[in-house]
């Protein structure tokens, strides 16, 4: 395999490595088949093996991509990161091409900080529909203040409005639920 690869030779084996992928499991071979996949600009077949075969250095093949021109690479490398939690650099890649990725890695974080970035720059953008799905999408991580403040900010009252009434009314639901609790302590202590 690495005289293939120093030779710069993958192609003329590449039949060899796609017949050879469910029957052995090694990190040599299946990275040689990455790097041909890539060299072939393959990202389907790329995806297919990463997804079926764990036997690679899928954080480094994910710096790889970070960087490659074509964006279903960069796609993957978001998806890589997702994968191994390294959420911050999933959302850079994902906000760079494609808002709903990086929704969806903010949401299975459960990062607060990142939850309020994402927010941050979808208002920046002016991206209205963005900054709605982010607020139902990432619903628990949002802080109301500041989705009131990014509202004012960049005009954005119509969006943010069914998520500070949706607020309101959860925090409405808390304060009748705690003065029940307060009312039957107090029937107690007498």
Same mark, same amino acid.
């Given at each position: ?7 710069? #030779?993958?192609?003329? /084996? ?11 499991? %090694? ?5 040689? &088949? ?8 393959? &990202? ?8 079926? &075969? ?24 978001? #998806?890589?990161?997702?994968?191994? @939690? ?8 994902? *906000? @760079? ?12 974080? $459960? ?14 953008? $002016? %991206? *209205?529909? $963005? ?10 991580? /949002? ?10 900010? #960049?005009?954005? #009252? ?7 009434? @949706?607020?309101?009314? $959860?925090?409405?639901?808390? /304060? ?8 039957? /302590?107090?029937?107690? *202590?007498?």
């Amino acid at each position: 395999m690495a005289m293939f690869q120093q030779a710069d #030779h993958l192609p003329l /084996i590449c039949q060899y490595l796609v017949s050879i992928q469910p029957t052995v499991d %090694n990190t040599t071979v299946r990275n040689a &088949y990455h790097d041909l996949l890539i060299q072939e600009e393959d &990202y389907e077949a790329l995806r297919t093996s990463v997804d079926t &075969y764990t036997s690679f250095d899928s954080l480094a093949l994910a710096h790889q991509l970070t960087s490659h021109v074509l964006f279903e690479f960069r796609y993957l490398a978001a #998806h890589l990161f997702k994968r191994h @939690q390294i959420w911050h650099e999933s959302v850079i890649l994902s *906000k @760079q091409d494609r808002l709903d990725d990086a929704m969806d890695t903010v949401a299975e974080s $459960g990062d607060k900080q990142l939850a309020e970035e994402l927010l941050w720059f979808l208002a920046e953008l $002016g %991206n *209205k529909e $963005g900054f709605m799905t982010c607020l139902c999408v990432c619903y628990d991580l /949002i802080q109301p203040d500041m989705v009131m403040e990014l509202a004012w900010r #960049h005009g954005m #009252h119509d969006v943010a409005m069914p998520y500070i009434v @949706q607020v309101t009314r $959860g925090f409405m639901a808390t /304060i009748e639920m705690l003065e029940g609790k307060v009312q039957e /302590i107090d029937v107690l *202590k007498k």
